[in-house]
């Protein structure tokens, strides 16, 4: 597994507001975008995924397959890390 370089959340505190939601099947807390300032919303990985059947959380702006969207994703292991990582509040 990738190592994977120095996360933007990191060291210094980003800014992530709650929206004030909570994921269907995380239970985790939803947040603005770190990218875009929009909705992050909570998915399902479908079948021909790279990680399937997977619930990841990505940005409502973030059209798959489009460019110039927003590319903010994160599955659910990762955006916990993140949660925990920031301070909210
Ligand atoms: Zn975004």
Known sequence: ???GSSS??????VPVRLIGKFGKRT?????ICPFCGDE???L????GAKNPNKVY???CQNEQNVTGTCGFYLFADKYRRMLTNINIG
């Open 57 to 59: 959380l990505k940005c």
């Open 1 to 3: 597994m990738s190592q």
């Open 27 to 31: 239970g985790y807390p939803l947040v």
């Open 44 to 47: 399902l990985s479908g079948p």
């Open 40 to 42: 992050v919303i909570e």
């Open 8 to 13: 933007w959340w990191g060291s210094s505190s």
